[in-house]
């Protein structure tokens, strides 16, 4: 069963940076891709970024491009999303999914109902 933990989450004020953690356990796929997902009050949960563990892509949202960094440290199976020039719309419950992609042509690197196993989520909140 593939758990994943996030951390680093905190409170941050606006133009400051937070680094995220998501710790994986349990992978049994060579190929796999995992997402960052966040969901402020009231609003809809929605893809922030994703990295596919096959080719090293990755994949941004239009309003964290060029201020977020994704990036994995393989030894450790931890994925880590580097967020720097928060604003206060990044506050947010920040989630991390897993979605096995051996055998998958194409999916949405961004799409919530790609995904598999979530873990429990981290709160970002930026002040300004």
């Known amino acids: 069963e593939v758990q994943l933990v996030e951390s680093g989450g905190g409170l941050v004020q606006a133009g400051g940076s937070l680094r995220l953690s998501c710790a994986a356990s349990?992978?049994?796929?060579?190929?796999?891709?995992i997402g960052w997902f966040r969901q402020a009050p009231g609003k809809e949960r929605e893809g922030v970024s994703a990295?596919?563990?096959?080719?090293?892509?990755?994949y941004y949202a239009a309003s964290v491009k060029g201020r977020f960094t994704i990036a994995t440290d393989n030894a450790k199976n931890t994925v880590y999303l580097q967020m720097d020039s928060l604003k206060a719309e990044d506050t947010a419950v920040y989630y991390c999914?897993?979605?096995?992609?051996?055998?998958?042509?194409?999916?949405?690197?961004?799409?919530?109902?790609?995904?598999?196993?979530w873990g429990q989520g981290t709160q970002v909140t930026v002040s300004s």
């Open positions: 999914a897993y979605k096995v992609t051996s055998g998958v042509n194409w999916y949405v690197p961004l799409a919530e109902y790609e995904y598999d196993s």
């Open positions: 349990g992978l049994t796929f060579d190929d796999y891709a």
């Open positions: 990295i596919d563990s096959s080719d090293g892509s990755t």
